[in-house]
């Protein structure tokens, strides 16, 4: 008896609608951009002491970072111009300025790594690095990257030569040897989108 109420029971079992409850929810996430960034140092040229007998000149290095967290794989370069380098003298009661101009600077750029991100391959023409590039108040790029290389955040070395003139102008019309004192000059690093 016993044997016939178990094949019972399964029998009931068996023939029970069997459900199951299945629930599916999509999910998703949102990621928003950071920005394109990038921050350098001064460069702080070496001083100078005049021999007019032979070419001088004159040398400074900065370092370059640059953060790209837009999420966007458009690309950017870094551009940088400037202004003349200023000396001011008083001649004859006249404030007269004396110029070197930025044209006597050519700069460099030298890839150093990839802090965060895919480290770009310059060789395979993944980007460009400024190469003995004649500084102008005109934009010149420093370093550019292709779109969809350059994610992350990465370094660079820029290094500047001054080649020192003999002969400077004055805002006066005058030429002179080169006048001892400090020179000024403004540079401007901006970022950009795209190569």
């Known amino acids: 008896m016993k044997k016939w109420i178990m094949s019972m029971l399964m029998a009931m079992l068996v023939t029970l609608p069997f459900s199951s409850a299945f629930a599916a929810d999509e999910s998703e996430v949102v990621v928003t951009g950071a920005g394109l960034q990038m921050t350098q140092t001064k460069p702080i040229f070496t001083d100078i002491t005049l021999d007019i007998k ?17 999420g966007t794989a458009a690309g950017w370069g870094i551009v940088l111009r400037a202004t003349d380098f200023k000396l001011t003298k008083m001649v004859s ?20 790594n990839a802090v965060v ?19 102008s108040s005109e934009d010149s790029r420093i370093v550019g990257v292709i779109p969809s ?6 370094q660079f070395g820029v290094s500047y030569v001054l080649n020192v003139p003999k002969i400077i102008e004055g805002s006066n019309g005058q030429n002179v040897g080169l006048l001892q ?11 950009t989108v795209g190569l």
């Open 54 to 70: 032979q070419n001088q000149t004159s040398a400074a290095t900065s370092n370059l970072n640059v953060l790209d967290a837009r």
């Open 93 to 112: 009661g006249q404030a007269i300025d004396f110029v070197i101009p930025a044209s006597s600077v050519s700069f460099s750029t030298q890839y150093k």
């Open 117 to 135: 991100g895919t480290p770009i391959d310059f060789k395979a023409a993944k980007g460009e690095l400024a190469s003995h590039q004649v500084l």
């Open 149 to 154: 290389e350059g994610a992350g955040t990465h």
């Open 181 to 191: 004192g400090t020179y000024t000059s403004t540079f401007t690093y901006t970022a």
